[in-house]
C-alpha cells in the first residue's frame, strides 16, 4: 500500500544506548521529516530534508541524526537515548512547491519509544 | 515567526455539533488543513481549505475561514462517538518556490459523550 512506513511501533531502549528509527516512503515525494508528540506540546520538528543528500535542522534536533541518501528513505538516529526522549516518533512526507500541495502532509503510524 | 493556536479540549454529546476553532498568524498562508488523528494512531488529512475561499463543505464535515481574523474553524455535524479524536490546524505559508513547511497547532482533543 503506498504511504509512509514507519518501523518498529514500539521499542524500550536503556539510557545510553543508541538505535535507528526507520521510514520509508512510496510516493516519490520530495519532502521527509521527523516529528515527536508529547502530551501537551503538540508536534515538534527535530529535522527535515527536501531531497536526496540534503537535511537540516528542525525546532528540536539535539540528540538526533538523520541522513537520506536515497528519495524513499530517511531514518532517523538516536546517538545515546535519554529519558527526555521518550515519546512518539512520527515521520511525514510531502511534495514541495509545484506537486500536488493540497494533500499536506502524509504521515506514518508513528513509533513509541520508551528509554530507561 | 508563524503560530497556531488551539484550545485543548472539547467535549460534546452525541448527535450535536462541534466546532473547533484555531487562529494563525501568518498572513501569508496559502493552505490551511484539519488533521485528524485517533488514539495510537498517526494523523489523516480530514481538509483543507485554500486561503482565497470562505467556506468548504465536505459531507459532515464545514470549514470557515475569516481571512481577515485569521481565524479557522471544523464544524462536525451529527457528532459520533467515533469523531472522537485530536484535531490539529495546520498552515502552509507561501515561502516562495517550494514552499513545503506545515506549521501545526497543539491539537483539540475531541470527546463524544454518548
Known amino acids: 500500500n503506498a504511504g509512509v512506513t514507519q518501523t518498529p511501533k514500539f521499542q524500550v531502549l536503556k539510557t545510553g544506548q543508541s538505535m535507528t528509527l526507520q521510514c520509508a516512503q512510496d510516493?516519490?515525494?520530495?519532502?521527509m521529516s521527523w516529528y515527536r508528540q508529547d502530551p501537551g506540546m503538540g508536534l515538534r520538528l527535530i529535522h527535515y530534508?527536501?531531497?536526496?543528500?540534503?537535511?537540516d535542522q528542525g525546532e528540536v534536533p539535539n540528540g538526533y541524526n538523520v541522513s537520506r541518501s536515497t528519495t524513499e528513505d530517511f531514518p532517523l538516529r538516536l546517538l545515546s537515548a535519554a529519558p527526555s526522549q521518550t515519546s512518539v516518533y512520527f515521520c511525514a512526507s510531502s511534495y514541495i512547491g509545484t506537486g500536488d500541495i493540497t494533500y499536506g502532509y502524509t504521515f506514518g503510524s508513528g513509533t513509541r519509544l520508551t528509554v530507561v | 515567526g508563524e503560530d497556531v493556536e488551539q484550545s485543548l479540549f472539547l467535549s460534546v454529546r452525541e448527535g450535536d455539533s462541534s466546532v473547533i476553532n484555531c487562529t494563525y498568524t501568518d498572513s501569508s498562508s496559502t493552505y490551511l488543513y484539519w488533521y485528524k488523528q485517533e488514539p495510537g494512531a498517526g494523523l489523516q488529512l480530514l481538509t483543507y481549505?485554500?486561503?482565497?475561499?470562505d467556506m468548504k463543505q465536505d459531507q459532515r464535515l464545514t470549514v470557515l475561514l475569516n481571512k481577515k481574523d485569521k481565524h479557522l474553524s471544523l464544524r462536525i455535524a451529527d457528532t459520533q462517538t467515533g469523531d472522537s479524536a485530536i484535531y490539529f490546524c495546520a498552515e502552509r505559508s507561501d515561502s516562495g518556490a517550494g514552499s513545503y513547511q506545515l506549521t501545526f497547532g497543539k491539537g483539540t482533543k475531541l470527546s463524544v459523550i454518548p
Open positions: 481549505i485554500f486561503s482565497n475561499m
Open positions: 510516493m516519490n515525494h520530495e519532502y
Open positions: 530534508s527536501v531531497g536526496a543528500g540534503i537535511t
